[in-house]
């Protein structure tokens, strides 16, 4: 009899103390009730990953398509559609530039985007009754885009109906377009420098930066800074191009050249007249 007292004082003990814990919740100290904190509007991906998104968008003739999310963060469901409006933020550039600067005074600052190279659905979307998500949809003509400027797009929430507060801290996003063309990319080359003085195999990695959206810049041959530009034509056939301020050989001939789609790789020949004589380059540059 005693074992069973004690048993059951000790299950009543318990089972007060629960409910006499779990009715002082709401006027204990720490005790915070979220359902009256206004609901906040961000953009997830900011959150979630950073203000800053950057993208390579392939250089075509049919317009890229690019979107991104709004989000209503809310404890209680929404009774009336809210209207979330963003535009450009250049103060917001501003002091991301800034940021460049600071970080390496030779940093090619970044530009907004001209208003005539994309267009945006609109600056304003409803988010229905109900619902937590809105998007915003960017039509990009990259043909028209400058491969030769740095560009951005930096959009912050500017306001927002039915009692929402714009994210102080999320509610910003810096778009950075890179342009590539269809041959830009990280290859390797193999092949050889037929050189009077120093012959030597070519065994190295090189990158095809894009210049239009036929031609692309890498090394030429393997030496370093000086720099060839790779033209391919409807054919499938090469022109090696020489830019001006190149270090590489203004004279220099192309014997063959050729781009295999399939394979992704360029089969290269060419050669200029040094002072004791000819240095020819054969080199096969292969997609990575």
Known sequence: MLLQHSFLLKLMVGIS?????????????????????????????SANIGVVDNEAFLLSNTPSTYSFDVKIETVNPTTASTDVTIDIDKNYLSSYNAGLLAADSTNQLLEVLPDSTYTLSSKTVTIPAGKTIGTYTLKISTTKIDVNHSYALPYTIKSATNGVIPSANYGTKLIIFGIKNAYAGFYHSIGFFQHPTSPRK?????????????????????LGTAVMQLQVNPDNSVKIIIPAGSSAN?????TA???????????????????????IINEVITLK
């Open 202 to 222: 070519i065994d190295r990695d090189k990158t095809l930066s894009t210049i239009n959206a036929t031609t692309s810049q890498t090394e030429f041959a393997d």
């Open 257 to 279: 050249g050729s781009y295999d789609p399939s394979a992704k790789a360029f089969t290269l020949g060419y050669y200029y007249v040094g002072g004791s004589g000819k240095r």
């Open 250 to 254: 203004a004279a220099t001939v192309q």
């Open 17 to 45: 103390f629960v409910f006499g814990a779990s009715s002082c919740l709401q006027d204990d100290a720490h005790y915070t009730d979220f359902s009256s904190v206004r609901p906040i509007v961000d953009i997830p991906q």
